[in-house]
Every structure is written in C-alpha cells, then in structure tokens.
C-alpha cells in the first residue's frame, strides 16, 4: 500500500514545494509503472528508501505543528498580567532576577501574536509567487528568503508595528513584579507627594513620545519600500 503523506510546517503553510513534489511526482510514476506491470527494481527501491524518512517527517511536523497550536492558544487566551504573575510566583518563583523574568514573560506573549502576524501575511501570498520560484529553479528555502519573505515583510509591517506599540505600553505592568519601570516610578512619587496629576500625567506623556516616534521611524521605513518597489 502506498499512501501520500502531505507535511505541514509549524507555521500552518499549505504547499507542497521541493522534494516533497518530487517524490509525489515519482509516486504517481511508479503507480503508472505498476499498473503497466513494467516496474523497475531499482525504481522501487529508490522510493521505498523515501518513504521511511517522508513518515518521521510527517510525524515530527505533526508533533511541532501541535504544540505551537497549543502555544498560540494559551497566549493568546489568557491575560498578559496572569502570565506575568504565573512566571514570576510559580514558574520562577526561586529567582530573583525581576527583569529577566519580565523579559521572558512579555517575549513569550509577543512571541504568539508575532507568530499569527506572520502566519496570516505568508498565507497571503498567492501560490503562483512558490511556482515561480519553483520554475527558477529555487528550493523551498531560497524561495522563502528571496521571494516570499520580502513580500511578507511589506504586508505584515504595520501590523508588526502596532504589536512593538501594544508591548511597549504592556510593559507598565512590570511593576507588579517588582520591575521598577516608569509607570512604578510614577506611582511612587505619587505616593510620597500625595499629588497624582503631575507624575501620572508625566508618565502618560513619556509613552506618548515613544509610540509616536516609532510610528514615525515606521512610516520611513515604509515610504522607503515603496520607492524600492517603483
């Protein structure tokens, strides 16, 4: 019995490229062959040889493909000051280093939603750009790097943009961990003044600044790739 096995990557990306077409085309040539009752002994051995690693594969993308499903869900599904505290008290209850914990913690939660971004922007391209380089003669990973990836990074930027945003202001909830980030230091002016509106307003003010002028160094970037593309 022969069976097709089609492999998904982790990242979800629906095409057959490189040896796996290959080996699909010299499938159906050796079902032709065996049909015809005209099978070559050194055909056949030369495919069976394939199948065995085709199967552990398989099986590895599988258990990949899972479990960063099961990541993306769980990060995405719960807050991030829950994960927060869940990597400090539980996970990492015997360190004390406060800002590697913080780090790991607001890396992993990013790490899910970058993840989507990137996922939705290569499902965007059309399988006619794989084709293409296919019929150049490129293997899967010079297709991705020279061809796919490029286009990707155009259609994903402003939306990577928002997420750096969103994870630079997630990070007032540092404080909660012990981390002395701006927003705690305005808290505890606050609470040795006993005058909320200066520090709070300040700190409000200093995030402002951030965001906006990584939105303007985004919006460079961008006009830039639009001239290289005329």
Do not use: W
């Not at 056949?44 to 199967?55: A, D, R, W």
């Amino acid at each position: 019995t022969l069976a097709i096995i089609v492999c998904h990557d982790a990242m979800g990306v629906r095409r057959e490229t490189g040896k796996q077409a290959t080996i699909i085309i010299e499938m159906i040539e050796l079902l032709e062959a065996m049909t015809k009752k005209d099978l070559p002994e050194a055909k056949l051995k030369e495919f069976v040889g394939h199948t065995p690693i085709q199967v552990m594969a398989g099986i590895l993308l599988g258990i990949l493909n899972a479990i960063c499903r099961v990541y993306v869900t769980i990060i995405r599904g719960t807050p991030m000051m829950v994960q927060l505290l869940i990597m400090y008290f539980i996970i990492f209850a015997s360190s004390r280093n406060d800002i590697l914990i913080a780090t790991i913690a607001f890396g992993i939660n990013s790490g899910a939603y970058v993840a989507e971004i990137l996922r939705g922007g290569i499902m965007s391209i059309d399988n006619g750009q794989f084709e293409a380089g296919r019929s150049l003669g490129f293997n899967y990973v010079r297709t991705m790097i020279y061809i796919i990836i490029p286009q990707v990074f155009k259609s994903v930027l402003p939306t990577l943009c928002n997420e750096f945003i969103v994870l630079l202001k997630e990070t007032s909830i540092a404080g909660y961990v012990g981390v002395m980030d701006l927003t705690k230091a305005g808290d505890l002016i606050r609470g040795r003044t006993f005058s909320a509106f200066m520090p709070l307003i300040a700190v409000a003010l200093i995030y402002l600044v951030l965001v906006v002028v990584l939105t303007a160094l985004v919006g460079v970037l961008e006009r830039s790739l639009r001239k290289n593309e005329r």
